[in-house]
């Protein structure tokens, strides 16, 4: 192994990026619910579905602080 590629650690993603992400996280997230038949048995699927939703949340509250964080260019008037 080479000391190059012990370096080559790809960048994070942008706000921009991780929104992107998030949307289609939040989408199968969505489309799961939409195919959840509750039934007796189902408590230990809707804690899996209440538990992905909390990491929505709490991804969308990171993701929008990182666009509120950033720092942007004022537009040339």
Do not use: I, K, W, Y
Not at 33 to 45: K, M, Q
Not at 54 to 62: E, G, R, S, V
């Amino acid at each position: 192994m080479t000391d190059d590629l012990l370096f080559d650690v790809p960048e994070p993603p942008t706000p921009v990026e991780r929104l992107l992400v998030l949307a289609g996280d939040v989408t199968h997230h969505n489309d799961a619910l939409h195919l959840f038949r509750p039934t007796a048995t189902s408590g230990s699927t809707l804690g899996a579905h209440a538990d992905s939703a909390a990491q929505l949340a709490h991804a969308a509250l990171t993701a929008v602080q990182a666009v509120h964080d950033q720092q942007l260019s004022r537009a040339p008037t």
